[in-house]
């Protein structure tokens, strides 16, 4: 852009030396050279606005061209025709980095809300349902009849430092009492394929246990969830998980748990410790299904465990099995996909029940399907079972004493979802976990906003 | 109930394979970019695809296969851009490797080497499922190959330094015939420039701004949400007034709403491969791209 201007400002500069000789031949010579200079000087003057103008607008061309390369990536016209300057050029489109943000929130936690809303229809009263058999934890029964709005849950999950994160749920009940699900802290960086976690949570023993109840795929717990783990075991205390360096899913996991959490202590909190030992495998069987299988057990300790006003003194044992299979066609659960579970429980309960030394073998089992057979609809059915050995002396006529009824129900749901986040069902259950059979229909709707949540196996 | 325990861990551990030997163990989480790991490490990586061809990316769920594989894994060679936010987190977090996770180099994240189109200005749900970060479907335009392959050999160099070389060369030999492919590729498609078309979902913007076509409307309201029938209507009304060539899918998406446009509008549906194994003609990154312009080319007819 330089030279051109320089040499018209020499020229002028010269001719301006040579226009002012010190003897003039005369007055007009002087003025027509004057007149000639100034030509000159306004014809070059017009040349560098010209030349200007045309280099701005250039200049304004690749500005423009580079915004425009800037927002389509690389424009589809002369740039696209030759993918050699496009490869050349392409490392000039990386992304900047983003700017620093002031904003002191980025930091905060991931806030993840669900909703939950039942309406429940039923022959006889819900809410306390009692299970032949059984001495049962806290708040195992469904929904009471009417309008509930179920438990709403609030959970934070985040990044502590590198080395841990940390979560919390708080769920809020019907009448509003609030309670801590889940309060722990998680290591992140451990080597070799090692995770702890210390805190409150959920047990990782069986397969529906460490779900949160808005991810399970009915309305309520299976009947031996209900029946052995007061729907679910959370506690307070420490877990370790090892996944095992081969190509077969291999995890191991270990729990030493306060025994705040039915079976060890129920009620009134006075358990004296929990142990837990799980370990699963699984895999792809082909593209369209795969599978994952579990083992756990279970050893708690009770101190007048108190259920109902029953006292209970004495250790459970209980193992689990359990086996998921999974089907969608081609891998892409979108449009149909069918999920099974199978859960078996053994539980034994050894010690004294009201003061009465006395030692109990349970059983149960669930098995359940949800097949979606198109985009947003499921269709699902459950069948759970209980049996318990009979009791005879004190315990006869207690809560031990199944009367000679093996408790079972059977659950139909139909599902449709929104989205991945909104969920509305119609579930009826046939229910027999005691000599009074009830009929339930539950109408319920799940929300979830927030961080999009995780696909789980 | 221990002794079956431990006895059970003893024999599956007996059963399970020991992973062979790389210098890199590449967890891929869409087969295009597995196929570039190939490409740059050649006989140095052990490539696992923990998606194929015609399974929606979007989708997955964390299998336990995906958890062993991720375990092992030096690296993990994603889109990026939340693609896979529902569960490569989930993944990396279950599977125990601080080695592929948020922040460490061990998540090479194809989308950062490459300048997103569609950044929304603002995201909510009630808009569909939007990627905050921009439209993160970059392997539809094979120039992003370029730029991804140039930041893959050197995160590959980052992690495994005594290859760096090889990574380097690769890279190179990969630039040269990758800008071949490009030239005739480009001629090929020089008569679908300029034409009209409707996409079932927003995949395809890179695609389109390569060849320089024009997505006249969407078969999905939103992004991630089906079709209702009434949508499917203004569908019609709007392709009466602006005609379209041909629909164009992926081969993982669920082909009736296009089916549904074909028999009102008479609109043929091009159903593309969208990445290797999605359709049987594409079986490698090369071969992806000279089915995709073969069968655009079917659709005008040619």
Known sequence: MHPKPFAAAALIAGAALLSTPAYAQSSDDIAALRRDMETLRQDYQSRITDLEARLAAAEAEAAAAHAAADALQAANTSTADDPIQVAEQAPADIAPPAPVSTNPNIYNPGISVALNGFYTAARNETGEETIAGFALGDETGRPSRGFSAGETELSFAANIDPFLAGFMAFSLGNEGEAEVEEAYIRTTALPGGLTLKAGRFLSGIGYLNERHAHDWSFSDAPLPYRAFLGNQLGDVGLQARWIAPTNQYLEFGAEALQGEGFPAAGSDNNGVGTYTLFARTGSDINLSSSYLASISYLHSSAQDRDSNGDLFTGDTDLGILSLVYKWAPGGNPLVRNLTLVGEYFHGTDDGAFNGAPFQQAHDGWYAQGVYQFMPQWSVGLRYSALHSESVDGALLGSVLDDGGHDPFDITALLEYDTSEFGRFRVQYARDESNTDPNDVLTLQYTVIYGPHGAHRY | ?302
């Open chain 2, 1 to 302: 109930m221990k002794q079956i325990l431990f006895a059970a861990a003893v024999g599956l551990a007996a059963i399970a394979a020991t992973p062979a030997h790389a210098d890199l163990n590449v967890f891929a989480c869409e087969p295009e970019w597995g196929a570039l790991a190939t490409e740059i490490g050649g006989d140095h990586v052990d490539v696992y695809n923990a998606t194929v061809g015609g399974q929606d990316p979007h989708q997955v769920q964390a299998r336990p296969s995906l958890i062993s594989r991720a375990r092992t894994a030096n690296v993990a060679v994603c889109t990026g851009a939340e693609l896979e936010v529902a569960w490569l987190p989930l993944i990396a977090q279950q599977s125990g490797n601080r080695r592929i996770v948020a922040g460490q180099p061990g998540l090479f994240e194809a989308t950062s080497a490459v300048r997103l189109l569609e950044r929304p200005a603002s995201v909510d749900r009630s808009q569909g499922d939007l990627h905050a970060g921009g439209n993160p479907h970059i392997q539809t335009d094979p120039r992003n190959m370029i730029p991804v392959s140039r930041a893959m050999a050197q995160r590959f160099a980052q992690l495994d330094a005594a290859n760096a070389q090889t990574y380097q060369t690769r890279q190179a030999d990969f630039e040269r015939r990758w800008n071949a492919a490009l030239t005739r590729w480009q001629q090929r498609a020089a008569p679908l420039r300029g034409v009209s078309i409707a996409v079932q979902h927003h995949s395809w913007p890179y695609m389109l701004n390569w060849l320089g076509m024009t997505e006249v409307v969407a078969l999905e309201p939103r992004p991630g949400v089906p079709a209702s029938a009434g949508y499917l209507a203004q569908v019609l009304q709007t392709l009466n007034t602006r005609p379209v060539r041909f629909v164009i899918r992926a081969a993982y998406e669920d082909p009736r709403s296009g089916d549904f446009i074909n028999q009102r509008a008479h609109v043929p549906a091009v159903t593309l491969p969208f990445t290797i194994g999605g359709t049987p003609g594409a079986t490698n990154l090369f071969t992806l791209y000279d089915d995709t312009i073969t069968r655009l080319l079917a659709g005008l007819g040619q």
